[in-house]
């Protein structure tokens, strides 16, 4: 590898694979324990609903959502394990179309197989019928990544690009990067993806980002996100969403208190 002058780069540094491999075990273990408690409150939640007034409609959801949460590590272990031909999504190789650093990061880390694997089962789960697992598996994705950039840093002109130039499934990704690390918020891209987000799933990651990261925005930059959530009518239609929004707008109404920005 060589610097804009022509003159050979240093060597990598010998920490760099150790904390990779010392990081990858972290991420794994903490999503998989997130993805068993999830599910299991969901399922809890299922089983309480049979005695209450919930709609049966809701309750196979609910209870459909958890299940899958629970055998999705299992799940994603057996296909990451298998060769699927044409139908298999090579996310991280989408990644580094735009996004070199970030798709390498996320390959050392060891979580390129599984991320392909993910992304193989939500593009092949079709129908109104499996709009919450499609869900439940972005999320999984969502919390891969964002757990990944807790632990290593990634590289905030990547990210913004690659939820300006990504797919779908991509955009929703750099906002769960964003949810890991704060630093890489990018007002721009929040602002974006309220207004003209690709899925409900992408505006209700903004909206987390938001609600989370109100301390790294400025005061302008949370007049402008707020003014756009309350003019845009797509995000009553959801109930996480809404929810979502109605915590900012509580943020709002308390006493300011300046970013790090």
């Not at 003209?196 to 930059?221: C, M, P």
Request: charged share 20%.
């Amino acid at each position: 590898m060589s610097d804009v002058n022509g003159s050979p780069a240093p060597a990598p540094s010998t920490d760099a694979p150790a904390w990779t491999v010392k990081a990858r075990p972290v991420v794994d273990v903490s999503s998989r324990i997130l993805c068993l408690v999830l599910g299991g409150g969901l399922l809890v939640g299922g089983l309480v609903g049979l005695f209450t007034d919930v709609g049966e409609g809701q309750l196979i959801t609910v209870l459909a959502a958890g299940l899958l949460l629970l055998v999705m590590p299992s799940i994603v272990d057996w296909i990451g394990s298998l060769k699927l031909g044409p139908f298999e999504v090579h996310l991280v190789r989408e990644i580094a179309a735009t996004a070199r650093g970030t798709a390498n990061t996320l390959r050392r880390m060891g979580m390129g197989r599984e991320l392909d694997a993910y992304a193989t089962v939500y593009t092949e789960l079709r129908g109104p019928d499996l709009k919450a697992m499609r869900g439940a598996i972005l999320d999984r994705i969502v919390q891969r990544v964002s757990n990944a950039s807790a632990v290593q840093k990634f590289d905030k002109g990547e990210v913004k690009d690659l939820f300006m130039r990504g797919s779908p499934i991509v955009r929703v990704l750099a906002l769960g990067l964003m949810e890991g690390d704060p630093s890489l918020i990018d007002s721009a891209v929040l602002l974006e993806a309220i207004n003209k987000s690709l899925t409900g799933n992408e505006q209700y990651h903004a909206l987390k980002v938001i609600r989370d990261g109100w301390g790294q925005l400025s005061q302008a930059q949370r007049t402008e996100l707020l003014a756009a959530i309350n003019a845009n009518p797509q995000i009553e239609k959801g109930p996480a969403r809404r929810e979502v929004a109605r915590e900012i707008q509580g943020l709002s109404k308390s006493p300011w208190i300046p970013s790090n920005t």
